[in-house]
């Protein structure tokens, strides 16, 4: 069983920056892929950015603004937020698929005035 409780959402105004941050219960070296999603209010919930040991991967509307990255000493997955648009406002949420299945984070709120 994994896991993941996400951190760091928050209010910040348009163009600047958050850094989001999900902590797993194991090594996400045992974990194949870490994901980021977020759902705004009446749509359905999208893909951000994915990461494994080998490649990661950007919805095109956050291409070159959004980076996700990990930290295996700390078992944790980032994504740092910089130049943040209104249309970036949801709850973004954690997930993981490993060897015990598919583990989601319970959201954490980020909303971007403009």
């Known amino acids: 069983q994994v896991s993941v409780v996400e951190s760091g959402g928050g209010l910040v105004q348009a163009g600047g920056s958050l850094r989001l941050s999900c902590t797993a219960t194991?090594?996400?070296?045992?974990?194949?892929?870490m994901s980021w999603y977020r759902q705004a209010p009446g749509k359905q919930r999208e893909l951000v950015a994915s990461?494994?040991?080998?490649?990661?991967n950007y919805v095109d509307s956050v291409k070159g603004r959004f980076t996700i990255s990990r930290d295996t000493a700390e078992n944790t997955v980032d994504l740092q937020m910089n130049n943040l648009k209104p249309e970036d406002t949801a709850v973004y949420y954690c997930?993981?698929?490993?060897?015990?299945?598919?583990?989601w984070g319970q959201g954490t709120q980020v909303t971007v005035s403009g």
């Open positions: 997930h993981a698929m490993s060897p015990w299945g598919i583990s």
């Open positions: 194991r090594s996400i070296l045992s974990i194949n892929l």
């Open positions: 990461i494994s040991s080998t490649s990661t």
